[in-house]
Protein backbone atom coordinates (compact mmCIF):
# COMPACT_ATOMS: atom_id res chain seq x y z
CA UNK A 1 0.00 0.00 0.00
CA UNK A 2 1.74 3.47 -1.14
CA UNK A 3 1.11 6.36 1.16
CA UNK A 4 1.56 8.93 -2.00
CA UNK A 5 -2.34 9.22 -1.97
CA UNK A 6 -2.38 10.08 1.39
CA UNK A 7 0.47 12.35 1.33
CA UNK A 8 -0.66 14.32 -1.48
CA UNK A 9 -4.56 14.42 0.03
CA UNK A 10 -2.68 16.04 3.06
CA UNK A 11 -1.08 18.88 1.45
CA UNK A 12 -4.08 19.54 -0.32
CA UNK A 13 -5.89 19.71 3.22
CA UNK A 14 -3.06 22.03 4.34
CA UNK A 15 -3.26 24.27 0.97
CA UNK A 16 -7.19 24.30 1.51
CA UNK A 17 -6.68 24.90 5.01
CA UNK A 18 -4.47 27.92 5.10
CA UNK A 19 -6.74 29.46 2.00
CA UNK A 20 -9.41 29.83 4.63
CA UNK A 21 -9.93 32.44 7.56
CA UNK A 22 -7.23 31.61 10.07
CA UNK A 23 -9.72 33.27 12.86
CA UNK A 24 -11.36 30.70 15.32
CA UNK A 25 -10.08 27.09 13.49
CA UNK A 26 -11.47 24.51 15.62
CA UNK A 27 -9.43 21.00 14.72
CA UNK A 28 -11.14 17.73 15.74
CA UNK A 29 -9.31 14.17 15.91
CA UNK A 30 -12.04 11.78 15.32
CA UNK A 31 -12.41 8.28 15.41
CA UNK A 32 -14.71 4.59 15.31
CA UNK A 33 -16.29 2.42 12.76
CA UNK A 34 -17.40 2.17 9.27
CA UNK A 35 -19.95 -0.21 8.71
CA UNK A 36 -21.16 -1.50 4.66
CA UNK A 37 -23.14 -4.18 3.80
CA UNK A 38 -22.87 -5.33 7.51
CA UNK A 39 -18.95 -5.24 7.28
CA UNK A 40 -16.65 -2.96 10.17
CA UNK A 41 -13.81 -1.27 9.43
CA UNK A 42 -12.01 0.76 11.45
CA UNK A 43 -12.13 4.91 10.47
CA UNK A 44 -10.01 7.92 11.70
CA UNK A 45 -10.63 11.60 10.43
CA UNK A 46 -8.48 15.15 11.00
CA UNK A 47 -11.20 17.98 10.40
CA UNK A 48 -10.51 21.90 10.95
CA UNK A 49 -13.97 23.94 11.17
CA UNK A 50 -13.25 27.75 10.80
CA UNK A 51 -15.22 31.13 11.82
CA UNK A 52 -19.26 30.16 11.94
CA UNK A 53 -21.09 32.91 9.48
CA UNK A 54 -24.54 34.20 10.08
CA UNK A 55 -26.21 32.10 6.91
CA UNK A 56 -28.58 36.25 5.77
CA UNK A 57 -31.38 36.93 8.25
CA UNK A 58 -31.78 33.44 9.69
CA UNK A 59 -30.73 31.74 13.18
CA UNK A 60 -28.19 29.83 11.37
CA UNK A 61 -25.15 30.08 11.05
CA UNK A 62 -22.55 27.71 8.80
CA UNK A 63 -18.84 26.76 8.86
CA UNK A 64 -15.95 26.34 6.65
CA UNK A 65 -15.59 22.74 7.33
CA UNK A 66 -12.49 20.33 5.85
CA UNK A 67 -11.52 17.08 6.58
CA UNK A 68 -9.20 14.37 5.62
CA UNK A 69 -10.35 10.96 6.67
CA UNK A 70 -9.79 6.90 5.90
CA UNK A 71 -11.51 3.55 5.78
CA UNK A 72 -9.52 0.70 6.80
CA UNK A 73 -10.53 -2.15 3.86
CA UNK A 74 -11.86 -4.97 4.70
CA UNK A 75 -11.32 -8.40 3.11
CA UNK A 76 -15.20 -9.57 1.70
CA UNK A 77 -15.87 -11.20 -0.92
CA UNK A 78 -18.57 -9.73 -3.79
CA UNK A 79 -20.18 -10.23 -6.79
CA UNK A 80 -18.30 -7.55 -8.76
CA UNK A 81 -14.76 -8.37 -9.94
CA UNK A 82 -14.25 -4.94 -10.74
CA UNK A 83 -14.55 -3.50 -7.16
CA UNK A 84 -13.80 -5.25 -3.63
CA UNK A 85 -13.27 -3.31 0.02
CA UNK A 86 -10.01 -4.86 0.39
CA UNK A 87 -8.26 -1.54 0.02
CA UNK A 88 -7.85 1.31 2.13
CA UNK A 89 -9.62 4.74 1.23
CA UNK A 90 -8.04 8.16 1.83
CA UNK A 91 -10.63 10.96 1.30
CA UNK A 92 -10.36 14.60 1.19
CA UNK A 93 -13.40 16.56 1.68
CA UNK A 94 -14.71 20.23 1.91
CA UNK A 95 -17.84 21.65 2.20
CA UNK A 96 -19.64 23.41 5.61
CA UNK A 97 -21.30 22.75 8.74
CA UNK A 98 -24.38 24.45 9.71
CA UNK A 99 -25.70 25.33 13.25
CA UNK A 100 -29.14 26.82 14.28
CA UNK A 101 -29.62 28.72 17.39
CA UNK A 102 -28.17 31.42 19.73
CA UNK A 103 -24.57 30.63 21.86
CA UNK A 104 -26.08 29.22 25.21
CA UNK A 105 -29.23 28.07 23.37
CA UNK A 106 -29.13 23.89 24.45
CA UNK A 107 -29.73 22.63 20.82
CA UNK A 108 -27.21 24.89 19.00
CA UNK A 109 -24.22 22.52 19.80
CA UNK A 110 -25.91 19.88 17.35
CA UNK A 111 -24.43 20.34 13.62
CA UNK A 112 -25.42 19.04 10.12
CA UNK A 113 -22.71 19.58 7.50
CA UNK A 114 -22.05 18.61 4.05
CA UNK A 115 -19.10 17.81 1.63
CA UNK A 116 -17.68 17.10 -1.36
CA UNK A 117 -15.17 14.93 -1.07
CA UNK A 118 -12.14 12.84 -3.46
CA UNK A 119 -10.92 9.40 -2.91
CA UNK A 120 -7.26 7.70 -3.30
CA UNK A 121 -9.10 4.35 -4.38
CA UNK A 122 -12.57 3.26 -6.02
CA UNK A 123 -14.18 0.37 -3.60
CA UNK A 124 -17.41 -1.57 -3.98
CA UNK A 125 -18.73 1.18 -1.34
CA UNK A 126 -17.23 3.99 -2.49
CA UNK A 127 -17.16 3.46 -6.03
CA UNK A 128 -16.28 6.80 -7.75
CA UNK A 129 -13.19 9.42 -6.74
CA UNK A 130 -15.88 11.83 -5.64
CA UNK A 131 -18.38 11.84 -2.93
CA UNK A 132 -20.62 13.18 -1.17
CA UNK A 133 -20.00 13.75 3.18
CA UNK A 134 -23.07 13.95 5.31
CA UNK A 135 -22.41 14.16 9.03
CA UNK A 136 -25.02 14.04 12.02
CA UNK A 137 -23.17 15.37 14.92
CA UNK A 138 -23.16 17.09 18.46
CA UNK A 139 -20.02 19.32 19.54
CA UNK A 140 -18.97 20.40 23.02
CA UNK A 141 -15.73 22.43 23.79
CA UNK A 142 -13.63 19.66 23.75
CA UNK A 143 -15.57 16.47 22.53
CA UNK A 144 -17.89 15.39 19.44
CA UNK A 145 -19.80 12.50 18.43
CA UNK A 146 -21.38 11.89 14.87
CA UNK A 147 -22.74 9.71 12.33
CA UNK A 148 -21.25 10.16 9.09
CA UNK A 149 -22.30 8.74 5.85
CA UNK A 150 -20.31 8.88 2.30
CA UNK A 151 -21.68 8.46 -0.78
CA UNK A 152 -21.70 9.09 -4.61
CA UNK A 153 -25.19 9.23 -4.53
CA UNK A 154 -26.29 7.17 -6.84
CA UNK A 155 -23.88 8.66 -9.81
CA UNK A 156 -22.00 5.16 -10.14
CA UNK A 157 -22.79 1.83 -8.64
CA UNK A 158 -22.46 -0.14 -7.36
CA UNK A 159 -22.87 2.58 -4.19
CA UNK A 160 -23.36 0.87 -1.09
CA UNK A 161 -21.84 3.79 0.89
CA UNK A 162 -20.16 4.12 3.42
CA UNK A 163 -21.90 4.66 7.41
CA UNK A 164 -19.70 5.45 10.40
CA UNK A 165 -20.16 6.35 14.31
CA UNK A 166 -17.14 8.91 15.16
CA UNK A 167 -16.30 10.31 18.39
CA UNK A 168 -13.72 13.03 18.48
CA UNK A 169 -11.56 14.95 20.31
CA UNK A 170 -11.36 18.63 19.97
CA UNK A 171 -9.23 21.86 20.20
CA UNK A 172 -9.40 25.88 19.46
CA UNK A 173 -6.55 27.68 17.66
Not at 76 to 102: K, M, P, Q, W
Request: charged share 15%; glycine share 8%; aromatic share 10%.
Amino acid sequence: MSLRPLIRSALALALVTAALPATAARFELQAGRSYSNSHGANTAFVEAVFAPQPLGQTRFTWAPDVSLGWIDGRPVATDDSRYTNRDSVALLAAGARFHFGETGDWYQPLFFSEQLAVTNHATHALSSHYQFVSTLGWQAKHFSVALRHVSNGGLHRPNTGETMALVGVAFDL
